[in-house]
């Protein structure tokens, strides 16, 4: 008679093989960084990668390094020979810890922590050295100071969304905390970027975290409101109001009408954090919940279907993965593919990290598809913290770490194979305040 152990040492080794995918190609930035978690923050837009990492101010003038690489006819990916730094930067701002590319354009933060607004640094791409004219600052209007201005980043290139929900980085500093956060849209023309007005929830809903997380396509903003997020060190756990995710559609009159709510399960409403990482398409919409204060973390999709958004189903890696309270920290879309990223994620005795697409199967469910495996080493307990992606091109932080030899830093770039049936995922210097227009549809 089989032993308990016995049965479940044969599950295991009867799971069904993930096909795994190696790198295609290794970015490094193309000289020293400064930065100590320089390639922690990554993006990808069409034929194009940036890696970077948070940098502080210490004197003002130009900060940062941003590597650039770009994808060339013969197959290769080559650097520009300069990394591009963030200009006209105030003493004790911290730069570079978020950052958005969408087509031509990128955007950075630029945080203060002295209690004045936070600004966004706007980049159009250019035949320069490092790839990057910097041409505009995006900055919340005149009146009230907004310190966690950029707080979230996302663009499709001519629409800008922008948050104010307090993501920095304040060392023993206590975030900033917003009873009714905005979130600011710009607009691209021209004559540079144009503030447009905000989408605001109703202050009697306690939505303290509307903006936490951000994901956008053409003519679609999603945004993420969970009732708490992790609280920064010696800082008490901040509660707002019921967690939702918030679905606009830009109608024919140019506003933003809901389209739709996501809210977490009845049975699991424990998991405040529902709404701290989403990703979208036209079509679908990927949402990471926690229970933030402990060890439960999970990923919900949910699509669109003719009578509006519906739940579509949960992603669990097979068993031999063990999701940890990172699962789902980074999520992208990658051509109808979901893609997971949880640094905390254990698999035996490798190191601890994760990065896997899950694909709808022939039965309508969302199911592991493919692993993201490196063939070169990863910093330990960082791999899978940065994913984004671009039609069937996946690019992966690869963070740089001195101790365990992993220098400068850069990125790792994977391509999926192509889907048999899944759809495609939709894919002069000026200071531009934003308007203090609301935006919200009646």
Known sequence: MLSFTSIFVCAVLSVPPIPTISQIAILDAPSPTVSPTFGMVVAVSGDRVVATGADPSKAGG??????????????????????????????????????????????????RRDGGSSTVAAFEAAETNSGWKQNGLLEPPTGAPEPAFGGVIVSDGVFAAISTVDMRVLGDKPRTV?????????????????????????????????????????????????????????????VGGDAVVVIYRMNSD??????????????RLDYIGF???????????????????SQGSAVLVYRRGETGWVYDGELNPLIDITPGIG????????????VVGDPTALNGDKNPGYAGAFT????????????????????TARW???????????????????????????????????????????????????????????
């Open 178 to 238: 917003n009873p009714s956060p905005k979130v600011f849209l710009f607009k691209r023309g021209v004559d540079g970027w144009k503030g447009l007005g905000f989408l605001q929830r109703v202050e009697a809903l306690k939505p303290t975290f509307f903006g936490a997380a951000l994901s956008m396509t053409p003519n679609q903003l999603v945004i993420g409101c969970p009732k708490a997020i992790t609280a920064a060190p010696h800082q008490d756990l901040v």
């Open 327 to 338: 699962w789902g920290i980074s999520l992208a879309i990658a051509d109808g593919r979901i």
């Open 62 to 111: 130009s900060v940062g390094q941003i590597a650039t690489f770009e994808f060339q006819p013969t197959g290769e990916w080559k650097p520009f020979r300069e990394m591009q730094s963030v200009d006209g930067v105030k003493v004790g701002m911290m730069v570079l810890q978020r950052m958005t590319m969408a087509g031509s354009i990128m955007l950075v933060s630029e945080d």
């Open 384 to 442: 899978g913290v940065g994913i984004r992606a671009d039609g069937r091109r996946v690019v992966i932080a690869r963070p740089q770490n001195e101790r365990e030899g992993i220098i400068p830093g850069g990125a790792l770039v994977f391509m999926l194979p192509p889907a048999d049936s899944t759809p495609r995922a939709s894919t002069p210097s000026t200071s531009s305040p934003a308007s203090t227009k609301s935006l919200t549809a009646p």
């Open 360 to 379: 709808k199967d022939s039965n309508g469910t969302w199911a592991e598809s493919v692993r993201f495996q490196p063939n070169v080493p990863v910093t």
């Open 254 to 267: 140019g506003m933003w009408a809901i389209d739709g709510e996501l809210k977490p399960p009845p049975d």
């Open 275 to 293: 709404g701290s990482t989403i990703a979208s398409s036209d079509s679908i919409v990927a949402v990471r919940m926690s229970q933030v204060s």
